[in-house]
């Protein structure tokens, strides 16, 4: 919640206001198009945030957190994702 919650959560779970004028704007936590998406995906896409294409070039924010976060917390990060996208808490 400290780091994800500022751009991808609701104004109740601390979303900043300055996240609403992202472009391409950050999905919320509970974004049904979570189920779909494969995990390795989301664990590449958490670790490299918008160093790589095609992200880099569709203007997105989205910081690489694999410097910050160990593996074990990424994988941590997108069963929460996967878990908030079947509408659980």
Known sequence: MDHC??????????RSPRADFFNPPAPDFG?????AIA???????IA????VEPFRSRGSVMPAWGAHFSDEQIWQLV?????RSRGNP
């Not at 919650?5 to 601390?14: N, V």
């Not at 974004?31 to 189920?35: L, M, V």
């Not at 995990?39 to 896409?45: G, I, S």
């Open 5 to 14: 919650a500022r751009c991808h959560g609701h104004t109740s779970e601390g």
């Open 31 to 35: 974004a049904q198009k979570y189920r």
């Open 39 to 45: 995990p390795d995906y989301l664990f590449w896409r």
């Open 48 to 51: 490299r945030g918008k160093t």
């Open 79 to 83: 069963a929460y994702l996967k878990l």
